[in-house]
Structure formats: structure tokens, C-alpha cells
């Protein structure tokens, strides 16, 4: 029953990490800011962003 519990705990807290860094990733999307993960920046593009990019160095 002990291994179960502590089975348990440990799924619950990789979800709430995981949810957590979910949260961070759509705060930064929506504020489109940079997206710091440990010592790591990313910046989140859509699909409609990444196109608008990608037809712009074409188009020069």
C-alpha cells in the first residue's frame, strides 16, 4: 500500500511540473516574450507567425 501512495505522489508532482511549465509557456506565447528555461531562452511562434517569417525572407 506504501509503494502505491508514494506511486501516487510522484505522478501527482510530474503533473503538477508539468502544468506548471505549461502555464509558463502559454503566459510567455500570450505576451510574446521570451520563454527562459533554466539558463535557456525560446520564443514561441504559431503557424501563422512562423509563415509570415518564412514569406518574408523569401520575398526580399
Same mark, same amino acid.
Given at each position: 500500500?506504501?509503494? @502505491? @501512495?508514494? $506511486?501516487?505522489?510522484?505522478?501527482? #508532482?510530474? @503533473?503538477? #511540473?508539468? $502544468? @506548471?511549465?505549461e502555464q509558463k509557456v502559454i503566459m510567455a506565447h500570450e505576451k510574446k516574450q521570451h520563454l527562459r528555461i533554466g539558463e535557456n531562452l525560446y520564443y514561441i511562434q504559431d503557424g501563422r507567425e512562423r509563415l509570415q517569417e518564412l514569406m518574408d525572407k523569401i520575398c526580399k
Open positions: 500500500m506504501k509503494e @502505491l @501512495l508514494e $506511486s501516487q505522489a510522484f505522478c501527482t #508532482g510530474i @503533473l503538477f #511540473g508539468m $502544468s @506548471l511549465y
